[in-house]
């Protein structure tokens, strides 16, 4: 039975870029229920589902509280704390003396990022042991909008503000559910998308299924996945045949215009329909939308993407194409646009109307073993199991995983976790038994998010926040009693100090006498904020802040920048996009698609009993007339076969799916929770020369209903 409620305290959710604020009721030292705080400035009282269940993610049955160490017999057994890091630490010591610091590796997770303190240490860390092999789920789903940046170039204002924009286009991404597209407001999204269209904001979305998102569009193209590019090409090459780009801003700033106009030049709307499943009406009234004039005056907004074309074939070029709509079309801040959010957290800096010019580090950076670069002091996570598995001078074999779960996030599931399991040391900062943590050495429990200092991130408030707003968020509560936890942060701080390592954080040198505190930390991290720290540590409710207002300056003297919107390696691979043959209607050939769902983030929490019960293992969802095609209801089994794999699951129904498309969630499996779609994926085949990235959604599969007799109803 559930003690009664004592008292009520606010705080934030970090599950995801959000940070929602939560009112969370607590019964005898521990969290019981939570729910949204209505009187939150910024997020209004609303909360999702993954935010309203953590308090069974804290009181979870399955929840690690103890370290462990894998035996000789392959079991975990409970060890104390300061012994696990000091075998931790002397086997990285004689890893790193063996084979070098490029042996041992980190990689960051979902939950990394969300941890200021954590998302700063790791880095650090490995910047202590001279180590190069630093990860991230960012090489895993978005690392195109890395490649596009470096390769393309990025206004340091940013694009035009959501607060004045006409339109928006959204490509493969659906934010009402994800809460992750930088140019769509995260916090309460629904409200403030009702409030935007009440305003007059005009939304376009190009996805195959009529998401969440999709249902407030006002133009929805519905391509086959996989075929962003042709779709993209099309509205760019409608756009510029009209002259409704800017040609002033493309004289200004733009390099290879006249080359990228022709580049795109074949992607006309005919082609584009019979490869795409797009009407030629619908590409027209797509650009019509997003750049067409309105009583003489050209429109504001912004193109962006998720990870649907992130992480389909051609991912690179995809991006560069949604972020060649706001070149050529100029939608960037000018001079005298009002800075929506000057910043909390960070120092005041001026926002100039100019562009960061290309750099292409991923050229000139050193190169591992397999060829590939580094993009912003990051390798690419799907090179990590052949590193494992290599002979070479950049081999890995000792890893560290902070709050992520990379064995069942890549493909070739199998082949991963062959890999993560034949390495010298695999620690695992995790709360929770996992597909990547359960192949671990050693797993170090932290404490969860109500038990723990943390404040929001300070290098991405702007993008994430439309307003100066921040939230402190002290602990609420204790670990459970008899509980051994660690801060993930302190996880680095005690390997370095037994290690005999300096630790600089954030540029600050630590002192390694004395084990800092969370809060001197944050004082680090925000040592330059705009607003003054004893002003943000009392907003432990949510504030927003009256901070002096700031607009867009001119460019810097001297600035002379300029988007590369044309260079050969992006014109090479527009001229080899053809006309491919695309599922039709009737055959048992489907284009697959990855799918958010609401319930979870990323692989995260699946197991909690509320979850549970909403989100029933991994279904195929499809069209119910694909179904009654192939004969099947809902809860029937069947074998999905792709190029690369096979596996099965039940049937679920989805109107909202185009016909010849079938979608599940990505990732899965984990705690006997359905399947993990990666089993139909490859590493290798087609991935991008530039960043590895595999193709992991848009390619084709086969459905085929089992027999009668395997069915499950």
């Not at 998308?193 to 009529?210: H, N, S, Y």
């Not at 797009?278 to 998720?306: E, I, M």
Request: negative net charge.
């Amino acid at each position: 039975m559930t003690p009664p409620v004592t008292h009520e305290a606010v705080t934030s959710c970090r599950i995801c870029a959000g940070q929602c604020g939560l009112t969370v009721q607590i019964a005898d030292g521990r969290v019981v229920a939570a729910k949204g705080d209505r009187t939150n400035p910024q997020t209004r009282g609303y909360a999702c589902i993954k935010g309203l269940t953590l308090h069974e993610a804290h009181a979870s049955p399955d929840r690690i509280l103890r370290p462990l160490k894998r035996s000789d017999s392959g079991d975990f057994v409970e060890i104390p704390l300061s012994q696990a890091l000091d075998e931790i630490a002397a086997k990285l010591t004689y890893i790193i003396a063996r084979d070098g610091p490029d042996a041992v590796a980190g990689f960051r997770g979902t939950m990394n990022y969300s941890n200021a303190l954590a998302n700063a240490m790791l880095p650090s860390w490995l910047a202590s042991i001279g180590s190069r092999s630093f990860f991230s789920t960012m090489t895993i789903d978005q690392s195109a909008k890395w490649v596009t940046a470096d390769r393309l170039g990025s206004w340091a204002a940013g694009r035009d503000p959501f607060e004045v924009a006409d339109v928006l286009l959204l490509v493969g991404t659906n934010p009402l559910v994800s809460l992750s597209t930088f140019n769509f407001p995260l916090q309460n999204p629904v409200k403030a998308v009702k409030e935007a269209k009440a305003r007059g904001l005009k939304l376009v979305v190009i996805d195959p299924r009529r998401s969440e998102t999709a249902q407030f569009a006002d133009v929805h193209l519905q391509p086959f996945p996989g075929e962003d590019v042709a779709v993209l090409a099309a509205i760019l090459n409608i756009i510029i045949a009209q002259g409704w780009h800017d040609a002033d801003f493309c004289e200004a700033y733009v390099d290879g215009f006249a080359a990228f106009r022709d580049a795109i030049s074949h992607f006309t709307p005919e082609p584009v329909t019979a490869r795409t499943g797009v009407s030629a009406a619908d590409l027209v009234s797509a650009a019509t939308a997003f750049a067409a004039p309105k009583n003489g005056r050209s429109l504001r907004g912004s193109a962006a993407s998720g990870t649907g074309p992130n992480m389909a074939a051609h991912s690179n070029l995809a991006e560069h194409l949604v972020e060649a709509l706001n070149v050529v079309c100029g939608r960037y801040a000018r001079p005298g646009d009002p800075v929506m959010n000057p910043g909390v957290l960070g120092p005041r800096f001026p926002h100039n109307a100019q562009v960061n010019p290309p750099s292409r580090a991923w050229e000139t950076s050193w190169r591992d073993t397999q060829g590939f670069g580094m993009i912003f002091g990051e390798r690419m996570s799907a090179t990590l199991p052949d590193a494992i598995l290599s002979g070479g001078d950049d081999k890995i074999r000792a890893l560290i995983i902070d709050g992520g779960n990379p064995v069942n996030a890549l493909p070739q599931c199998a082949y991963v976790q062959a890999a993560f399991a034949s390495l010298d040391l695999l620690v695992s900062i995790d709360p929770f038994l996992n597909a990547s943590s359960q192949l671990a050495h050693y797993i170090l429990p932290p404490p969860m998010m109500f038990e723990r200092y943390d404040i929001g991130s300070r290098d991405y408030e702007a993008y994430t926040l439309f307003a100066p707003y921040a939230q402190y968020a002290p602990p609420v509560v204790s670990p459970p009693p008899g509980s051994e936890t660690i801060d993930d942060w302190r996880v680095f701080w005690e390997l370095a100090k037994r290690m005999e390592l300096s630790l600089s954080f954030d540029g600050c040198q630590l002192g390694m006498e004395a084990t800092p505190t969370s809060e001197e930390l944050i004082e680090i991290l925000l040592r330059h904020s705009a607003v003054p720290m004893p002003d943000i540590k009392a907003a432990t409710a949510g504030q927003r802040f009256d901070v002096v207002p700031t607009v867009v300056q001119p460019a810097a003297l001297g600035a002379n920048g300029r988007f590369a919107l044309s260079p050969p390696d992006i014109v090479a691979e527009l001229n080899g996009i053809g006309i491919a043959p695309t599922p039709q209607a009737g055959s048992k050939t489907f284009r697959f698609a990855c799918r958010r769902v609401r319930d979870v983030q990323n692989s995260m929490y699946r197991h909690l009993p509320s979850l549970r019960a909403r989100h029933k293992g991994n279904p195929l969802w499809m069209n119910p007339a694909d179904m009654n095609m192939l004969g099947l209801n809902v809860g029937d089994n069947v074998s999905i076969c792709s190029q690369h794999g096979e596996l099965e699951t039940v049937v679920a129904s989805d109107a909202n799916l185009r016909r010849g498309v079938v979608s599940m969630s990505h990732g899965g499996g984990d705690h006997g929770l359905g399947v993990n779609v990666n089993a139909l994926t490859h590493l290798f085949a087609h991935r991008d020369p530039i960043n590895a990235m595999p193709v992991m959604t848009g390619f084709d599969v086969a459905v085929t209903p089992l027999p009668n007799a395997e069915r499950r109803r």
